[in-house]
């Protein structure tokens, strides 16, 4: 056995409640990542059951470049369970997918948002979905291809970063509570991609050098607004203004829809300094656009709020990050009476985006998170729902 091998099995062999010959439910897209995952596993002794979720009519997504779950995706993973000898199921989830997910999406650019439908996947199919299925299977685990550390220090489980802060998820997984991290595995939380790939071909994996895939799954279009188009839910409301924050219409927008926080390309405005979408207003029909200045903002408030181990009794001081590629910054996060919160950064923050998550946390530890409802703080933008 390699060293590197050793090294991955290691935390597989020493997890405070899982036993040798235990089911497990791994979920498996046909990547690399899900695919060493289940492999670690079934070498660590564990009964694995392959799992492939069958979201959304895949119809034209074949081998559709730089997408997740295509029809060769599911085969690769098939070929995967049958090489190493455990068996591999695919379920169908496509009625949940499209309403917790898919109508999630459309709703939240119908709503003026930046939707994360990525997250939603997560929370409300592979660690909800995903979970009851493996209970009626009678498997105690579920297990993922995800770059997230989960330990179980003084009776609670914790969710950290991964080793490798180039790969790390965290930011996606911040809606887990001690009920379902009991019940999760991330077998890669201690290894860095190119590792990944490295024990993929010492596993003897087919697929050792795939390309990862990146690109929203169910978005075959090139651009988002042309998914909404062909959904029939482009909204009717026809040309709309394209206004500066200092109430003058610089042009005329084709679709409030078509554009999102921060945008500086294709406004088809001319104006002496660059211009941003720093709002979308969707009762008025209006694109507001200013400086770049214009998109620091200092306060947000975010709903529909979890928490890893309970919500605060009160502020809380830690760091907040409000997209995935951000690094976190200082905030205190202050509860309020309808059950939100107000998260009040001690630096401006860039393009701060309703529809897209914030997630807490504390040298490196997840706390919870939850979704931006409201920005405040920055120009055009008042302390409405604080």
């Keep these: 056995m390699s060293t590197l091998l050793d090294t991955a099995l290691a935390p597989l062999l020493e997890h405070p409640t899982l036993r040798r010959g235990d089911r497990v439910l791994a979920a498996m897209s046909g990547g690399v990542d899900s695919s060493v995952m289940a492999a670690l596993l079934h070498r660590a002794g564990y009964e694995v059951i392959g799992i492939s979720m069958q979201l959304f009519d895949k119809k034209g997504l074949q081998t559709s470049e730089g997408k997740c779950c295509t029809l060769d995706d599911f085969q690769d993973a098939?070929?995967?369970?049958?090489?190493?000898?455990?068996?591999?199921?695919?379920?169908?989830?496509?009625?949940?997918?499209?309403?917790?997910?898919?109508?999630g999406f459309i709703q939240g650019y119908l709503d003026g948002e930046t939707p994360s439908p990525c997250i939603r996947c997560n929370q409300h199919l592979k660690f909800s979905t995903l979970m009851d299925r493996a209970e009626?299977?009678?498997?105690?685990?579920?297990?993922?291809?995800?770059?997230?550390?989960?330990?179980?220090?003084?009776?609670?489980?914790?969710?950290?970063?991964?080793s490798d802060p180039a790969k790390d998820q965290s930011y996606f997984l911040f809606h887990h509570h001690q009920a379902t991290l009991a019940r999760t595995l991330f077998p890669l939380a201690h290894l860095t991609?190119?590792?990944?790939?490295?024990?993929?071909?010492?596993?003897?994996?087919?697929?050792?050098e795939k390309p990862e895939s990146q690109e929203i799954c169910f978005v075959t279009q090139d651009r988002y607004d042309a998914f909404l188009e062909a959904e029939g839910r482009a909204p009717g409301l026809g040309d709309g203004d394209i206004r500066h924050l200092d109430g003058r219409?610089?042009?005329?927008?084709?679709?409030?829809?078509?554009?999102t926080i921060g945008q500086r390309r294709g406004l088809g405005v001319a104006f002496a300094d660059p211009l941003y979408v720093i709002r979308l207003e969707p009762a008025t029909n209006t694109v507001w656009v200013g400086g770049e200045a214009d998109l620091?903002?200092?306060?947000?408030?975010?709903?529909?709020?979890?928490?890893?181990?309970g919500p605060p009794e009160g502020p809380l001081a830690c760091e907040a990050r409000i997209r995935s590629r951000s690094p976190e910054a200082e905030a205190l996060v202050i509860p309020l009476p309808d059950g939100r919160v107000k998260v009040a950064f001690a630096e401006p923050q860039r393009a701060i985006a309703p529809g897209q998550a914030v997630v807490f946390y504390q040298d490196g530890e997840v706390l919870g998170g939850g979704w931006i409802d409201v920005c405040a703080g920055r120009p055009g933008i008042g302390p409405s729902g604080l």
């Excluded at 991609?193 to 050792?208: F, N, T």
């Excluded at 219409?249 to 554009?259: A, D, I, K, P, Q």
């Design 249 to 259: 219409v610089l042009g005329r927008h084709h679709g409030y829809w078509r554009h």
């Design 296 to 309: 620091f903002g200092q306060e947000l408030v975010a709903r529909e709020l979890t928490w890893v181990d």
């Design 193 to 208: 991609k190119p590792e990944v790939r490295r024990l993929g071909a010492e596993l003897g994996l087919h697929l050792a």
């Design 136 to 162: 009626a299977l009678g498997a105690a685990f579920v297990a993922t291809g995800h770059y997230a550390t989960i330990s179980h220090e003084d009776g609670r489980w914790h969710l950290r970063k991964a």
């Design 78 to 103: 098939r070929r995967v369970a049958y090489d190493l000898g455990f068996a591999h199921y695919v379920m169908d989830f496509e009625e949940r997918f499209r309403t917790t997910v898919i109508e």
